[in-house]
């Protein structure tokens, strides 16, 4: 059996190893974003009227500057959908990729709830309970936050369960903005699946600071 310091080491790193995870997948938000937002732009000028080719203008500017791009654009009927099939690749990436760092965080949630059984203060219910029931917990009124003190290896346990649950459920809604993504989505549609996939509603920031503090203070007093 560890002693209390040899736990609270394993379990501390395994907490900055979990928020290093948490990290990666805060960088694809944006990323994720931008591909969305890509999305939306290609459909909307997938929408609008073809060019009228029967100006006189827009022949001479057409023949004086024919790149392949507005050739191609001409030759298929004014309708290109390389940028639309381009960005859904890019946001299918991006729910790889996620999926990916939801699956090592997942492992590592299991190693600390292994490391909080080999030492007698915490081998007793509450501590289990406690983890499965801030893993329900998505009001951040129920959730206290503790002290950032190094000795409470337990706060890094609910911590990590309860930051796991929440990027988990953002990570469900991107899957399924990315799978509801089609031709024929409103502009209506479109709008609500970005701002919801920018706001974040899943995320509360309160406890990703009170996170990453314990990491700034415990790094500093190492």
Same mark, same amino acid.
């Given at each position: 059996?560890?002693?209390?310091?040899?736990l $609270?080491?394993?379990?501390?790193s395994?907490?900055?190893?979990? =928020?290093?995870g948490?990290?990666?997948?805060? $960088?694809?938000?944006?990323?994720?974003?931008?591909?969305? /937002?890509?999305?939306? %732009?290609?459909?909307?000028?997938?929408?609008?009227?073809?060019?009228?080719k029967?100006s006189?203008?827009?022949?001479? @500017?057409?023949?004086?500057?024919?790149t392949?791009?507005?050739?191609?654009?001409?030759?298929?009927?004014?309708?290109?959908t390389?940028?639309?099939?381009?960005?859904?690749?890019? *946001? %299918?990436? %991006?729910? #790889?990729? &996620?999926?990916? @760092?939801l699956?090592? *965080?997942?492992?590592l949630?299991?190693?600390? !709830? &292994?490391? =909080?059984?080999?030492?007698?203060?915490?081998q007793?219910? /509450?501590l289990?309970? !406690?983890?499965?029931?801030?893993?329900? @917990?998505?009001?951040?009124?129920?959730?206290?936050?503790p002290?950032?003190r #190094?000795? $409470?290896?337990?706060?890094?346990?609910?911590?990590?369960v309860?930051?796991?649950?929440?990027?988990?459920?953002?990570?469900?809604?991107?899957? !399924?903005v990315?799978?509801? *993504?089609?031709?024929?989505? +409103? +502009?209506?549609e *479109?709008?609500?699946?970005?701002? =919801?996939?920018?706001?974040?509603?899943?995320?509360?920031?309160?406890?990703?600071? %009170?996170a990453?503090?314990?990491?700034?203070?415990?790094? #500093?007093?190492?």
């Amino acid at each position: 059996m560890m002693s209390d310091c040899e736990l $609270e080491d394993k379990v501390f790193s395994l907490f900055k190893n979990f =928020m290093a995870g948490i990290a990666k997948f805060e $960088e694809l938000v944006p990323m994720g974003s931008t591909f969305l /937002n890509g999305f939306q %732009h290609a459909l909307e000028f997938l929408r609008r009227p073809p060019i009228n080719k029967t100006s006189q203008l827009v022949k001479n @500017i057409i023949q004086s500057n024919e790149t392949k791009r507005v050739k191609s654009y001409i030759e298929a009927g004014c309708i290109n959908t390389d940028d639309v099939q381009s960005c859904q690749l890019g *946001l %299918h990436d %991006h729910i #790889r990729k &996620g999926k990916c @760092i939801l699956n090592k *965080l997942e492992c590592l949630l299991e190693d600390v !709830r &292994g490391a =909080m059984q080999d030492i007698s203060l915490f081998q007793d219910d /509450n501590l289990g309970e !406690r983890l499965n029931e801030q893993a329900c @917990i998505n009001d951040k009124e129920e959730f206290a936050l503790p002290c950032p003190r #190094r000795n $409470e290896v337990s706060d890094y346990a609910v911590l990590m369960v309860v930051i796991y649950s929440m990027v988990t459920q953002e990570y469900m809604m991107q899957e !399924r903005v990315v799978s509801a *993504l089609s031709l024929k989505l +409103s +502009s209506g549609e *479109l709008d609500s699946y970005s701002l =919801m996939w920018s706001l974040r509603p899943y995320i509360d920031e309160e406890i990703m600071g %009170h996170a990453w503090k314990l990491i700034r203070c415990n790094v #500093r007093g190492s």
